[in-house]
């Protein structure tokens, strides 16, 4: 790793760390190491230490007891109950959106679908996952929900999780018509078509994951975040 992209600090550290969980590169379950997470990163037990803490109060980490530190693994009924609170949610801050939303906003949502694609292309699904909850989180910034964009941050970190675990297809990227149609309702000002589309985009993503079983073991600690050039 070059000294330009060196990561330094508990929220250089935490960050880097959640972008490989939102990515896939870390999967649930996934034991996270101190003394490998320093190796990798360069950096004292300490600031890896309080990094998972961080990424613990967030949910995305589970801290056991004389155990360590693994990546979350969200059950069934949590993947359920977290679809179901999107569902709410994101229908309201996607009819918010559209009547709110400029050049500039459409131009900005226009830029992650494209950075979506880009990343399919090469074949990089956990990176176009990434940008997809971006993409959502996105619309509720433009909702100028200050309150209710956190609770939709959370519940989408929490998803990328869900989707690593229940995956079943690869229409469980939020990808393809779907942004493409959101897009155009905002651009249009149309509330209710784009409150309908939220809605059952959402719904279409839960038909899309297998809640009845979890996904193989996840590769190494070391090589995982490889992968992202973390080492």
């Known amino acids: 790793m070059s000294s330009e992209q060196q990561i330094t600090g508990v929220d250089g550290i935490a960050a880097a760390l959640e972008q490989a969980i939102h990515e896939h590169r870390l999967s649930p379950g996934m034991k996270l190491g101190e003394d490998d997470l320093a190796e990798v990163y360069g950096v004292s037990r300490t600031i890896v230490r309080a990094a998972l803490q961080s990424l613990a109060h967030n ?40 009547e709110r939303a400029g050049p500039e906003d459409i131009a900005r949502l226009q830029a992650h679908i494209d950075a979506e694609h880009a990343a399919l292309a090469a074949g990089d699904t956990g990176r176009a996952l990434h940008l997809s909850g971006q993409f959502h989180n996105e619309i509720a910034e433009i909702a100028d929900q200050a309150t209710i964009a956190e609770m939709v941050a959370r519940l989408i970190a929490r998803s990328s999780l869900i989707i690593a675990v229940y995956w079943q297809r690869r229409s469980a990227l939020c990808e393809s018509h779907a942004h493409h149609e959101l897009l155009g309702a905002f651009a249009a000002h149309d509330a209710d078509r784009a409150e309908e589309l939220m809605q059952g985009h959402l719904l279409d993503l839960v038909t899309s994951l297998d809640l009845r079983s979890d996904r193989s073991a996840p590769a190494s600690l070391r090589e995982a975040l490889a992968q992202g050039g973390a080492a």
């Open 59 to 98: 949910r995305l980490v589970d801290l056991r007891r004389n155990r360590g530190a693994f990546v979350a693994q969200p059950s069934i009924v949590e993947a359920r109950e977290v679809f179901e609170a999107r569902a709410l949610l994101e229908a309201r801050t996607a009819r918010s959106a559209a």
